[in-house]
């Protein structure tokens, strides 16, 4: 997918600044780097989404962004490293779910990963996570922390079918 | 509940049964060694019977891709089978629909080698 340069560094699919009003936190906690945090978050953000009322579809997919999002933090951002966690907050609103999942990595540069739809890297093996997550949500933002990690925030509206 | 794999035969297709979740970890594992196995074995005819799978994710749609390259690079075929709707959405999501040839109906896969 092409990124405009002054995006390189964080890619905003869609600005949520405005869309945080009225939000109401429901869960903020700190995960362990392995992939039972994987299941934890997905359990966690599949509560407040059903809460909210989201239809089984739905539901299927932010179970999957949750799930792809936490696997590149544990694994790709904190390398399953038992001294670094995994931030992992969802706010609700009457309309919409917001879920931030926030690692304390390295970071990356987001215009230098392959892309997945490339016909060169159709047969790779992986790297098809963020490009999951952003079909499955309605805005994401990735961007790299202060100190160093990747913050993702994921947003999904009540009633639009991706 | 991780990936459940059993093969069988029919005529000279070796069908690969698959049931559960293929993820990151056990169930992504057991399914690179299953296809490992049948290719050292000399099978040249594969296909993937995904009927019962109830979840894959990026990982698991990686390790299809990994056993599709390392059949093919055998000199066999992969072909799949029986997809579910999200299955089937991961595919065009992920443009590996125009990768993999994908069936419903299990005689018609096996006649289709």
Do not use: W
Request: include cysteine; hydrophobic fraction near 40%.
């Amino acid at each position: 997918m092409d990124i405009p340069a002054h995006l390189a560094r964080t890619l905003v699919t869609d600005p949520m600044a405005e869309t945080y009003r009225g939000e109401v936190p429901v869960v903020d906690t700190l995960l362990e780097s392995n992939l039972e945090s994987v299941d934890e978050a997905e359990a966690s953000a599949l509560k407040v989404a059903e809460e909210i009322g989201f239809d089984e579809d739905d539901l299927h997919q932010i179970g999957m962004a949750v799930r792809e999002c936490m696997v590149n933090a544990v694994v790709h951002g904190n390398r399953y490293s038992a001294r670094k966690k995994v931030h992992f907050a969802v706010a609700k609103a009457a309309d919409h779910l917001t879920i931030t999942i926030r690692d304390e990595g390295e970071g990356f540069e987001y215009s230098t990963l392959p892309n997945p739809l490339s016909e060169e890297n159709l047969l790779r093996q992986s790297g098809r996570g963020l490009l999951l997550i952003q079909a499955f949500v309605d805005k994401l933002e990735v961007t790299r922390t202060q100190a160093g990690g990747t913050e993702v925030k994921m947003l999904k509206y009540l009633g639009k079918s991706n | 509940m991780s990936v459940k794999l059993s093969t069988r035969q029919v005529g000279d297709v070796t069908v690969i049964d698959s049931a559960g979740r293929i993820t990151l970890g056990e169930g992504a594992s057991v399914f690179r060694d299953t296809v490992r196995d049948l290719t050292a074995k000399g099978d040249k005819k594969i296909l993937l019977n995904l009927s019962d799978v109830t979840y894959i994710d990026s990982s698991g749609i990686g390790e299809l891709v990994s056993g599709f390259t390392t059949v093919t690079n055998h000199g066999g075929v992969l072909k799949l089978l029986g997809l579910n709707k999200r299955v089937k959405d991961l595919l065009q999501i992920t443009k590996l629909y125009t990768v993999f040839e994908v069936f419903d109906d299990e005689a018609t896969a096996v006649r289709s080698f």
